[in-house]
């Protein structure tokens, strides 16, 4: 028998079914970027405090610098994260039927709107009492720390802005709400440990 | 039975020679090294404040990657376990279906 003509009878098996992914692509990539941000953040954080305890006095704002609006940054942090609450239930109501998340979305980037807008006028407070960067370092990180968390609160309300468009349009998918809430909940939750940090 | 050794070969002992200069600075090195530790930020500060700062944040920033890194795995291996079961309740549905 001729090598070329043998032939071997082979039960063909079913091809395998191809498994789930377990995660979205875009929520792997969202995730890997806040690990990097957390870490922004806590280096940030750290250099605060070390600078901190090395105030003579141990008096936090050092003297002939204005103090931070406690209260005031209360309120506005209580609508930050009322505003995550918000979006985990326009998530939720997304699960069961698309269009029921639009109202608790637009809900979510009101409240976040009005955290950045209510920043920004306590930035112009504070400028107006004379808090630069370079008036002092308890400026420099004031400006540098919160200033970060607002340009990332900036981004992410873009991007659910974005997200409540396609929503509208019929055309959002639920990776896509996952990967952008997955943005808006780090921003949400690391901002009381900058609070309780420069704020406290 | 000839004893030559081959040229392309290093010996032994030449080898060991060659560890002699990078272990000498190596032990150099060492010598010396308490002087670096002293221009650790936290060895000279003689505040408490200060040294426990410095204590604490070097152990949030070594723990934390860590812990994100080991929270990751698990959050994976939970939501492994989850697609598993789901795929193996719709196997059951359909097989029983099909039945």
Redesign the interface.
Same mark, same amino acid.
């Given at each position: 028998m001729a090598a070329g003509s043998m032939t071997m009878d082979v039960e063909r098996r079913p091809e395998p079914e191809p498994r789930r992914k377990l995660v979205p692509d875009g929520v792997i990539g969202m995730v890997t970027f806040i690990f990097t941000e957390l870490m922004f953040f806590s280096g940030l954080i750290s250099a605060h405090t070390v600078v901190r305890s090395q105030v003579e006095s141990q008096m936090w704002p050092p003297f002939g610098q204005p103090r931070l609006p406690v209260e005031e940054t209360a309120v506005n942090t209580t609508a930050l994260l009322v505003s995550g609450v918000v979006l985990l239930l326009a998530w939720f109501a997304f699960k069961r039927e698309p269009q029921r998340a639009k109202i608790p979305l637009l809900i979510s980037i009101g409240l976040g709107a009005f955290f950045v807008l209510f920043q920004g006028a306590e930035w112009v407070a504070l400028l107006g009492e004379g808090l630069t960067m370079t008036s002092s370092t308890y400026g420099a990180f004031f400006y540098l720390i919160i200033g970060a968390h607002g340009l990332h609160a900036l981004g992410a309300l873009i991007a659910l802005t974005w997200a409540f468009v396609r929503l509208d349009k019929g055309r959002l998918t639920s990776s896509e709400l996952a990967t952008i809430a997955a943005f808006w909940y780090f921003v949400v939750l690391v901002w009381p440990v900058l609070y309780w940090r420069v704020y406290l | 039975m000839t004893n030559k050794t081959i040229p392309a070969v290093p010996s032994t002992r030449r080898g060991i020679g060659r560890l002699i200069a990078p272990a000498v600075l190596a032990l150099f090195a060492l010598v010396l090294l308490p002087d670096l530790a002293h221009a650790c930020p936290v060895c000279f500060d003689a505040?408490d /404040?200060?040294r426990? =700062? #410095?204590i =604490?944040?070097a152990v #949030? @920033?070594s723990v @934390?990657?860590l812990s @994100?890194v080991a929270g =990751?795995g698990l959050w994976?291996r939970r939501?492994?376990r989850e697609?598993d079961a /789901? /795929?193996a309740r719709e196997r059951e549905e359909r097989e029983h279906s099909e039945r």
């Open positions: - | 505040r /404040e200060n426990q =700062a #410095f =604490a944040t #949030f @920033l @934390l990657p @994100l =990751a994976i939501r492994s697609v /789901e /795929e």
